[in-house]
Each structure stands twice: as structure tokens, then as C-alpha cells.
């Protein structure tokens, strides 16, 4: 699987934007963005994907460069809620693939108040 | 909102025993994963099953681990003769039929403490 490489810890203020950085410059052409978040004591969580254009949902949005080997996902006014771990993760779209998600240390997330 | 439902969300056994962990996947889903997560460290993927056999293990997933679904509904990992190493929460994640790019859900998990 394609690597990413995330910062291990950003800080925030809330009702302030977040912009959540990730690399992934061995990216593949069969490969999606995928973000999950962590909160604390509780399972993954899916936030938002995309493949090559920008993607918004109720979430978050997602903006993918152009040459698609970084990526950044924004949050818009973050909450104390939205402090976890998030993750970015490269899935392969592909018909041998059974679309395991592989994680890495991910950003950890503060915000303050 | 429908979602993967797990238990018991805590369990306490002493090394040697057998462990089954239980999870309801949301039903129209076919794909189904167990992930751990060991204190302080990252999630790690152990298995991924669909249509009734397992169709990815990681190299965590050996002989001591297996899954089943026994009845349509339930799916459940069984962890023979305990390790201390085994301590860790254990998500299980469903996804729909379809195309990779579909999202995974994931249970609250259940943590197991081996003594």
C-alpha cells in the first residue's frame, strides 16, 4: 500500500478553520483519499474521500493537489467535538482488492477554547 | 442511523482462556473486518470476510484467531489461549456491496484485558 505522511499533532482554536495536511506523493492512479477520525475511546470514524476532484459533504471538505500526491483535509469551524485522531488513507480501487484500510499514526487534534 | 453494534464492550480473562468477541454489522452490508488497537498505538487490520470465508488476514491474524458468522446476523472473532499481548480493543467494521471506494463502518469496540 502507498504511504502517507501526516503531521503527529496539530492545535486549534475553536470556530476557527482546520487544515489537516497529508502527503502521499507514491500515490497510485487506482488509488482514493480516504479520511477517518479517531475520537478518544471510541472506533474509527468515516469523514469524507475523493480520487482527483475537491469533495465537500456535511463533514468536512477534501482538496486534493493537482499532481494528487497531497492532499488536505479542511474543517471548516472546528468544534471541541472534532478533536481525535484523523487519519489519511490511501485505498486501492481495484477488483482484487477487499478494501482493507490500512492506518497509520494519523494527526492528533486539539482544540481549544 | 443504523450501526455495528458490539460485545461485550469490555472483557476481563485470565491468559490460556478462549475469547469470543460478538458483533452485529448493519444488515444490508457484506464485507466485515476486525481491527485491534493496542493501548497508545495505531489501529491495526487483522481480517476482512465476505461471502462466508475470510478474504484478507494480516500477518497478526494466526492460528491462535478465528471468525465465524454463524447465523446471518452476528460475526465474531475468537481468540484461543490468551496471550498478555492480546490486551487491546478489537473493532469490528462492516462496509455495503459495491465498489472499494465505500465507506467502512466501525463499532465502539470491545476491550479485552488478559491477566
Not at chain 2, 457484506?30 to 470476510?49: A, C, D, P, T
Not at chain 2, 475470510?54 to 484461543?80: A, H, M, Y
Request: hydrophobic share 30%; aromatic share 10%.
Amino acid at each position: 500500500d502507498a504511504k502517507t505522511t501526516q503531521p503527529n499533532s496539530m492545535e486549534s482554536n475553536e470556530e476557527e478553520p482546520v487544515h489537516l495536511p497529508c502527503n502521499h506523493s507514491t500515490i497510485s492512479g487506482t488509488d482514493y483519499i480516504h479520511w477517518y477520525r479517531q475520537l478518544p475511546s471510541q472506533g474509527p470514524e468515516y469523514v469524507i474521500h475523493g480520487l482527483t476532484s475537491n469533495v465537500n459533504n456535511r463533514m468536512a471538505s477534501l482538496a486534493i493537489a493537482e499532481d494528487r500526491k497531497s492532499s488536505t483535509l479542511i474543517l471548516h469551524r472546528a468544534t471541541l467535538r472534532d478533536a481525535a485522531v484523523y487519519y489519511c488513507i490511501l485505498r486501492a480501487n481495484y477488483g482484487g482488492s477487499q478494501g482493507n484500510l490500512i492506518f497509520g499514526k494519523g494527526t492528533k487534534l486539539s482544540v481549544k477554547p | 442511523e443504523p450501526e455495528v453494534t458490539q460485545t461485550p464492550s469490555h472483557q476481563v480473562t485470565q491468559m490460556g482462556q478462549e475469547v469470543i468477541l460478538r458483533c452485529v454489522p448493519i444488515s444490508n452490508h457484506l464485507y466485515f473486518y476486525w481491527y485491534r488497537q493496542i493501548l497508545g498505538q495505531k489501529v491495526e487490520f487483522l481480517v476482512s470476510f465476505y461471502n462466508n470465508e475470510i478474504s484478507e488476514k494480516s500477518e497478526i491474524f494466526d492460528d491462535q484467531f478465528s471468525v465465524e458468522r454463524p447465523d446471518g446476523s452476528n460475526f465474531t472473532l475468537k481468540i484461543r489461549s490468551t496471550k498478555l499481548e492480546d490486551s487491546a480493543m478489537y473493532f469490528c467494521a462492516s462496509r455495503r456491496q459495491g465498489r472499494n471506494t465505500g465507506e467502512l463502518f466501525f463499532g465502539e469496540g470491545s476491550r479485552l484485558t488478559v491477566l
